[in-house]
C-alpha cells in the first residue's frame, strides 16, 4: 500500500516537473531552445489536447443554458406582448361593433325621421332561453308609452313596450304568443299577411305567418316586412324571412314559418320608436 502511494506521488511529481519544463520553454523565444519546446511537446500534446477540448465543452455547456436562459426570457416577453396585443385586439373590435351599431342607429334614425330614438338597455327578462319579454332601462319619464315599437339598430322589428313604468318598460317581443303584427311579403307580388307568436315555436324563437293570400306564391327566404297598419309599427321595419311552409288539413289553406331578424337568445340594446309631435299619454294606442 505505502508502495502504490510513493508510486503515486513521483508520477505526479515527474508530470508536474514535465509541465512546468514546458511551460518554461515556452517561455523563450531562442531558436535553440525550440528543438527542445518541439521534443517534449509531443508526448503532452494529449495531454493538452484532452483539456482544451475539455475547456471547450465547458464554456459550450455555459453558452448554451445562457440560450436557454435568454430564450426563456424572451419567450416571457413574447407571451406578455401576444396577451397584450390580443387584448387591444379585443377592444377594437369592440369599438369596432360599436361603430358598427352607432351607424345603423343613425340609419335608423334617418329611415324614420318622424320618430324619435329612445336608447334603451335591456336590465332584466323573464326565465328561460328567450327574450320573449324583457325590462328595458326607459319609461315614462323618458317619454316611452305603451305599445310604442321596439327595435334593434339594424331596422329589425323586436316587440312593442307592453306597459311603461316611471323608470322602465316591459317589452313583449313578436315571438311571444300574445303577439300579432300586421306584415308585408317584401316582393313584387307580395302580400299583406298576419305574424303571430306561437306558444310551440317560441321555444325555438320562430314565429307564424297566417292569412297568406292564395295568389301569393310564398318560398323560403322570403323577406317579412311590417305593412304599416294597425297603428303600432310603422311600414319597412324587418320581421324577418321565411323558412318552412306548412299546409294545413285543407288544401286552399297554408301557414309559414319564420325566422325572426332578431336573436332573441341575445339582446342587449334596443331602441323604442317615439312618434315627434305627440301629447304623452299613458293611454294604449292600438
Not at 514535465?18 to 525550440?34: A, P, Q, T
Not at 328561460?128 to 305599445?147: L, M, S
Request: glycine share 6%; hydrophobic share 40%; proline share 3%.
Amino acid at each position: 500500500m505505502l508502495r502504490f502511494i510513493k508510486n503515486k506521488v513521483f508520477i505526479v511529481g515527474f508530470v508536474t516537473i514535465i509541465l512546468l519544463f514546458v511551460i518554461g520553454v515556452s517561455l523563450f523565444s531562442n531558436d535553440k531552445l525550440e528543438w527542445v519546446s518541439d521534443y517534449v511537446s509531443i508526448p503532452i500534446s494529449p495531454v493538452q489536447a484532452f483539456f482544451t477540448k475539455l475547456s471547450n465543452s465547458i464554456n459550450n455547456s455555459i453558452s448554451f443554458f445562457k440560450d436557454i436562459k435568454q430564450m426563456k426570457e424572451q419567450n416571457e416577453k413574447l407571451k406578455i406582448r401576444v396577451e397584450e396585443l390580443e387584448k387591444e385586439n379585443r377592444e377594437l373590435y369592440g369599438y369596432k361593433e360599436k361603430i358598427k351599431e352607432l351607424k345603423e342607429a343613425l340609419a335608423l334614425k334617418e329611415r324614420f325621421s318622424n320618430y324619435e330614438i329612445i336608447g334603451a338597455n335591456v336590465i332584466a327578462k323573464d326565465p328561460g332561453n328567450w327574450f320573449d319579454t324583457f325590462k328595458i332601462d326607459v319609461g315614462a319619464r323618458d317619454g316611452v308609452r305603451n305599445d310604442y315599437p321596439v327595435v334593434s339598430a339594424s331596422k329589425a322589428l323586436i316587440g312593442r313596450v307592453d306597459s311603461a313604468g316611471a323608470a322602465t318598460s316591459k317589452v313583449i317581443s313578436i315571438i311571444d304568443e300574445d303577439t300579432s303584427v300586421s306584415g308585408w311579403i317584401s316582393k313584387p307580388e307580395g302580400g299583406h299577411v298576419i305574424v303571430r307568436g306561437d306558444l310551440k315555436l317560441k321555444d325555438r324563437g320562430l314565429c307564424k305567418m297566417e292569412y297568406i293570400p292564395l295568389e301569393v306564391n310564398v318560398e323560403i327566404d322570403d323577406v317579412i316586412e311590417t305593412s304599416g297598419l294597425g297603428g303600432i309599427y310603422p311600414k319597412g321595419l324587418i320581421i324577418g324571412k321565411v323558412v318552412e311552409i306548412r299546409k294545413t288539413s285543407s288544401d286552399l289553406s297554408r301557414y309559414a314559418i319564420i325566422q325572426p331578424a332578431v336573436n332573441f337568445k341575445k339582446l342587449e340594446e334596443v331602441y323604442v320608436l317615439k312618434t315627434k309631435n305627440t301629447e304623452d299619454s299613458s293611454g294604449d294606442d292600438r
